[in-house]
C-alpha cells in the first residue's frame, strides 16, 4: 500500500496499478467511511459512480464491497456516470453522500476517487481534512480495512431519469426541436447524457467519438481547442448550429461556434451569465467567479446593475458554496466549471452544454452573435494563462516575496489593488489584471491575466515574464 496518499478536494489520483490500486481504493473507502460513521450520515447511504476509464467499474466495486461491509447502504449504477448525475444522485435520493471514481481529464493511465458531500458542492477542507486524517490511521493499520461484503446493502440503479427530470424543469426544451447539434463526448463518460437528452427533446443531433473507449483515442479527454478540432470540423461539414463537448467525467463543458469557433470557458461563463439577465425576469442572484476568471462578467453586471459579483479562490468548492450560500444566478471559473440557480451547486457540463443549445434555438443567434452584442454593453476583454517551469525552491522564496512586496507598477499601469487570498493578484488603473500562483505540485507558477485587446494581453504577460525573471 501507499504510505502516502494525499486527499483534497478533487480528491487522490494516481497512475492505475502503480499507486491506484484495489487495496489503495479500499483504503479510502474505509476513510469515507469512517467520516460517515462519526458524522451520523451513514445510514442514508452513497451513491459511487464512475468514469468511463479502464477498471473503474471493478474499482466502484471495492469502494460498495468496503461501505457494505461498514454496514452502509452502497448504490452502484448500471454504467459508467458522469460527477454531475453522480452529486445529483445525492439530492435525488436522500443520501448521505457520493464517491466518484474519476481522474477527470487527465490521461487514461490515470484513475482517481473523490467524496461528494451532501451539501451538493465539492468538499471543502472541513471534510478533506477528516478523510485524509482517518487514510493516514489506515495506512498504519491496514487491518482496520473492513472486508466483510455484505451484498444485501449493494443496490444497482439508473440515476440517468432523475437527473433529466432535473434539466427538464431547467431547459426550455420546446426551443430546442429540430436545432442541428454535433456533440463529442471525446470517448468518455458524457456520451449518452447531452445527446441523448436533446434527441427526445426533437434537436436534430450527429454524435461523433460516441463509443466507449478507455484510451480516450490516444489523448486527454479535455474540450480544449486542439481536442475540438474534430468536432468544430463536423460542425462545419454539416452546417451546424453549435458544437458540444465535455471532459472525461462530464462535470466540464466545451463549446464550438456554428463557425468552427472554440469558444473559451470565460466566454460561455458571459454568454450564460447573459442569457439567464434576460430570460429570469424579475432579475435577481448574484454571480460568483473565481480569482482567475474574467473581469467581463463584472462589467456585465455592472450594466445590469441588480446583480453582486462576488469572487473567490481558485477551485469550484469555493463557487459552490457560495452558490449554496446566496442561491446565486449563476457560478462559473475559467477552468471550465459552470452552475446555474436552482441547479446542484456543482460544475455541470451537461447543463452548461445543453443550456448554450436552448440559447442558439431560443434567439435564433450564434454564440459569436450574442459575444458582440454583450461587447458592445462591456466594452472588449482578452484573457489568457501562460506556464512558467520555475525550480522548486525558487518559486516558494519569489512567491513569498511577491506577497510581501507587490508592486506599485505594472505593465505600464498604477496597481490600484492587490489581492493576496489565492496568490498575488494586481488590478491595474485601465481594467486589466495579473494573478500569480504558484502550482502545489509542480516547479510551475501559472499566469492569468486579461487586458482589453489582445496586445493589451501580450503585454501584461510580457510584464508578468519580466517580474519572474
Not at 498504519?140 to 424543469?169: C, G, R, T, W
Not at 448574484?286 to 445590469?304: E, G, M, N, P
Request: proline share 5%.
Amino acid at each position: 500500500m501507499s504510505q502516502t496518499l494525499k486527499f483534497g478536494t478533487d480528491g487522490w489520483r494516481a497512475v492505475m496499478a502503480k499507486d491506484f490500486t484495489f487495496s489503495n481504493v479500499a483504503v479510502v473507502a474505509q476513510a469515507i467511511a469512517d467520516m460517515l460513521i462519526k458524522k451520523g450520515t451513514a445510514s442514508k447511504g452513497v451513491f459511487i459512480g464512475y468514469d468511463a476509464r479502464l477498471l473503474s467499474d471493478l474499482f466502484a466495486r471495492t469502494v460498495a464491497e468496503v461501505l457494505s461491509a461498514n454496514g452502509i447502504p452502497a448504490l452502484l449504477p448500471d454504467r459508467d456516470t458522469p460527477t454531475p448525475v453522480t452529486d445529483y444522485t445525492i439530492k435525488a435520493r436522500d443520501l448521505a453522500g457520493a464517491v466518484m471514481l474519476t481522474a477527470s481529464h487527465n490521461p487514461a493511465q490515470y484513475n482517481g476517487i473523490k467524496f461528494l458531500p451532501d451539501t451538493l458542492h465539492p468538499a471543502l477542507p472541513d471534510i478533506t481534512d477528516v478523510i485524509e486524517q482517518n487514510i493516514s490511521k489506515l495506512l498504519m493499520q491496514p487491518s482496520l480495512v473492513k472486508s466483510d461484503v455484505n451484498d444485501a446493502l449493494i443496490q444497482m440503479i439508473d440515476p440517468l431519469p432523475d437527473y433529466f427530470e432535473a434539466l427538464h424543469k431547467l431547459i426550455d426544451t420546446s426551443a430546442l426541436k429540430g436545432l442541428k447539434v454535433v456533440f463529442d463526448p471525446l470517448y468518455a463518460t458524457g456520451r449518452g447524457y447531452v445527446d441523448r437528452f436533446l434527441r427526445e427533446v426533437g434537436a436534430d443531433v450527429v454524435t461523433i467519438k460516441g463509443e466507449w473507449n478507455p484510451g480516450f483515442g490516444g489523448k486527454m479527454p479535455d474540450p480544449n481547442t486542439a481536442n475540438t478540432r474534430d468536432l468544430a470540423a463536423k460542425v462545419l461539414e454539416l452546417g451546424a448550429a453549435i458544437g458540444l463537448a465535455n471532459d472525461g467525467d462530464a462535470d466540464r463543458f466545451g463549446v464550438v461556434d456554428d463557425d468552427g469557433t472554440w469558444l473559451s470557458p470565460n466566454k460561455i461563463i458571459v454568454l450564460t451569465m447573459n442569457y439567464l439577465i434576460h430570460k429570469r425576469k424579475p432579475l435577481s442572484g448574484d454571480v460568483i467567479r473565481t480569482v482567475a476568471s474574467t473581469h467581463q462578467i463584472d462589467a456585465l453586471a455592472k450594466a445590469h446593475g441588480a446583480i453582486k459579483v462576488t469572487e473567490t479562490p481558485v477551485g469550484f468548492k469555493w463557487v459552490g458554496s457560495e452558490m449554496a450560500r446566496l442561491n446565486a444566478l449563476v457560478g462559473g471559473e475559467e477552468s471550465g466549471g459552470l452552475s446555474i440557480m436552482d441547479h446542484i451547486p456543482e460544475k455541470d457540463g451537461i447543463m452548461a452544454d445543453i443550456l448554450m443549445a436552448e440559447m442558439v434555438a431560443a434567439t435564433g443567434k450564434s454564440c459569436g452573435q450574442h459575444l458582440k452584442e454583450i461587447e458592445a454593453i462591456t466594452g472588449e476583454f482578452v484573457s489568457g494563462r501562460i506556464d512558467i517551469h520555475i525550480d522548486e525552491a525558487k518559486k516558494n522564496i519569489m512567491m513569498s516575496e511577491l506577497k510581501q512586496n507587490p508592486p506599485s507598477h505594472f505593465a505600464g499601469q498604477d496597481v490600484i489593488k492587490t489581492d493576496t487570498r489565492d496568490g498575488v493578484k494586481l488590478w491595474l488603473a485601465d481594467g486589466s489584471w495579473a494573478l500569480i500562483r504558484a502550482s502545489g505540485t509542480e516547479p510551475m507558477v501559472r499566469a492569468y491575466a486579461e487586458g482589453n485587446s489582445a496586445q493589451r494581453l501580450a503585454e501584461v504577460q510580457q510584464a508578468i515574464r519580466a517580474e519572474l525573471g
